[in-house]
């Protein structure tokens, strides 16, 4: 009797097992055949999560670098009488941050406006008419001379004529793509303001209450997880920090360094719209090498168009020079907290960002490459030691034995 109950059991749980195995199959079945719809509902999901945690990433991105300068200056504060007689100074400190911060991207903004409008005013309408006419007849006279060339060579029409249709078809690709993007930029600047305000003000709750979150999450983190897991979230949070605040402040520093630069020199120079270049280059250099292509270019259209050879020769060099000092000088004194990468683990990093997240992967591809190479150095580390320290027990053994 029991021998049958045992049977029975045994052929229950091999019929439960079946059961489950053949609703397991059926429904990765389901999952596979409806594959693409569930891409993207959890497309559309996760973007519609991403939009709601935007503000608070923002936010705390904002916190996280103007931590530091909130810090600097509670600590001076508390230094002068009066002020740190006030039971908390912290409040002071993040509101002279943010007043300085405004007061930054206000100066910023004043001299792009007058800068354009310097220009503007400096060109007058007749010689912008000059300029686009004489420009236009240099490019027909460019053609004619390069067709008559062509033909001179035997080359036939019609493979000149499909050679500039391309051409022309993929110039005016990219400026359709470029006005539509500025077009939805346009059309989606009330929400990326809305972003912005609640942005900002999660960033200054962040930096006033900043300890207090910190410890909250450390204790819900304590009553969650083990201590092996906690000591190695808060091993990786420290390399994290370390590492992002070296980079990013470093490189924001860095920026605004190469924006005054930039721009003083260009100015002296004579290249017109030297601010905006200079502003533009010092933005560049957030994703490595980008900064100074982008200050290159930008003053030789310049001077090309005014038709000022000189001036671009000698703003060419003075830019030589000044990225030189940038990557010899000023980048590796500001960049001395962060993790040294190597410049081809720079360029792998950068073509992964942009592919995985376009130009925000590219902002922080370096950080993060820097990241993986600190645990995966300590990794091998680790793995030196251990076997460092099997290889001394065996010795020890043997040597026992003898």
Same mark, same amino acid.
């Given at each position: 009797?029991?021998?049958?109950?045992?049977?029975?059991?045994?052929?229950?749980?091999?019929?439960? /097992?079946?059961?489950?195995?053949?609703?397991? &199959?059926?429904?990765?079945?389901?999952?596979?055949? #409806?594959?693409? %719809?569930? /891409?993207?509902?959890?497309?559309?999901?996760? *973007?519609?999560?991403?939009?709601?945690?935007?503000?608070?990433?923002?936010?705390?991105?904002?916190?996280?670098?103007?931590?530091?300068?909130?810090?600097?200056?509670?600590?001076?504060?508390?230094?002068? =009488? /009066?002020?740190?007689?006030?039971?908390?100074?912290?409040?002071?400190?993040?509101?002279?941050?943010?007043?300085?911060?405004?007061?930054?991207?206000?100066?910023?903004?004043? +001299?792009?406006?007058?800068?354009?409008?310097?220009? &503007?005013?400096?060109? #007058?309408?007749?010689?912008?008419?000059?300029?686009?006419?004489?420009?236009?007849?240099?490019?027909?006279?460019?053609?004619?001379?390069?067709?008559?060339?062509?033909?001179?060579?035997?080359?036939?029409?019609?493979?000149?004529?499909?050679?500039?249709?391309?051409?022309?078809?993929?110039?005016?690709?990219?400026?359709?793509?470029?006005?539509? *993007?500025?077009?939805?930029?346009?059309?989606?600047?009330?929400?990326?303001?809305?972003?912005?305000?609640?942005?900002?003000?999660?960033?200054?709750?962040?930096?006033?209450? *900043?300890?207090?979150?910190?410890?909250?999450?450390?204790?819900?983190?304590?009553?969650?997880?083990?201590?092996?897991?906690?000591?190695?979230? =808060?091993?990786?949070?420290?390399?994290?920090?370390?590492?992002?605040?070296?980079? +990013? =402040?470093?490189?924001?520093?860095?920026?605004?360094?190469?924006?005054?630069?930039?721009?003083?020199?260009?100015?002296?120079?004579?290249? #017109?719209?030297?601010?905006?270049?200079?502003?533009?280059?010092?933005?560049?250099?957030?994703?490595? /090498?980008? *900064?100074?292509?982008?200050?290159?270019? +930008?003053?030789?259209?310049?001077?090309?168009?005014?038709?000022?050879?000189?001036?671009?020769?000698?703003? &060419?060099?003075?830019?030589?020079?000044?990225?030189?000092?940038?990557? #010899?000088?000023?980048?590796?004194?500001?960049?001395?907290?962060?993790?040294?990468?190597?410049?081809?683990?720079?360029?792998?990093?950068?073509?992964?960002?942009?592919?995985?997240?376009?130009?925000?992967?590219?902002?922080?591809?370096?950080? %993060?490459?820097?990241?993986?190479?600190?645990?995966?150095?300590?990794?091998?580390?680790?793995? &030196?030691?251990?076997?460092?320290?099997?290889? =001394?027990?065996?010795?020890? $053994?043997?040597? $026992?034995?003898?």
């Amino acid at each position: 009797m029991n021998l049958k109950k045992k049977m029975n059991r045994q052929y229950m749980t091999i019929s439960a /097992y079946v059961i489950v195995t053949c609703i397991i &199959i059926y429904s990765l079945s389901l999952v596979a055949k #409806n594959a693409p %719809v569930i /891409y993207y509902k959890v497309l559309n999901s996760l *973007g519609s999560i991403l939009a709601i945690i935007k503000p608070i990433l923002i936010g705390f991105a904002i916190a996280y670098v103007l931590d530091g300068v909130v810090s600097w200056i509670e600590n001076k504060l508390k230094r002068v =009488k /009066y002020i740190n007689r006030l039971k908390s100074t912290r409040g002071l400190a993040v509101l002279i941050t943010t007043l300085l911060v405004l007061a930054g991207f206000t100066l910023i903004i004043t +001299l792009l406006v007058y800068s354009v409008t310097d220009q &503007i005013r400096v060109a #007058n309408f007749d010689s912008l008419v000059t300029l686009a006419e004489d420009t236009a007849a240099s490019l027909t006279n460019f053609s004619k001379t390069l067709t008559n060339k062509l033909n001179s060579w035997n080359i036939q029409s019609n493979e000149i004529s499909n050679v500039v249709k391309t051409i022309s078809d993929y110039a005016m690709n990219i400026g359709t793509n470029f006005v539509s *993007g500025v077009m939805n930029s346009l059309s989606n600047v009330t929400g990326t303001l809305t972003t912005l305000a609640f942005s900002v003000i999660i960033a200054i709750y962040f930096l006033i209450d *900043g300890k207090m979150i910190k410890e909250v999450v450390g204790k819900v983190s304590y009553a969650l997880f083990s201590d092996r897991a906690n000591k190695g979230m =808060k091993r990786f949070l420290g390399d994290a920090d370390q590492v992002f605040s070296g980079y +990013l =402040k470093g490189t924001l520093m860095d920026v605004g360094v190469m924006m005054v630069l930039i721009s003083v020199t260009l100015s002296i120079v004579g290249v #017109n719209f030297a601010v905006i270049i200079g502003i533009l280059a010092g933005l560049g250099n957030l994703i490595p /090498y980008c *900064g100074p292509f982008i200050a290159y270019g +930008l003053s030789a259209i310049v001077c090309l168009v005014n038709g000022d050879i000189t001036k671009m020769i000698i703003a &060419i060099i003075a830019l030589i020079v000044i990225q030189f000092i940038d990557g #010899n000088v000023i980048g590796p004194k500001l960049l001395s907290q962060s993790i040294e990468v190597h410049p081809l683990l720079v360029i792998i990093c950068l073509i992964v960002g942009s592919s995985v997240g376009g130009l925000l992967g590219m902002l922080f591809a370096v950080p %993060v490459g820097a990241l993986i190479k600190v645990i995966f150095m300590r990794f091998i580390d680790n793995r &030196i030691q251990m076997k460092e320290a099997i290889k =001394k027990y065996h010795s020890s $053994d043997d040597s $026992d034995l003898d």
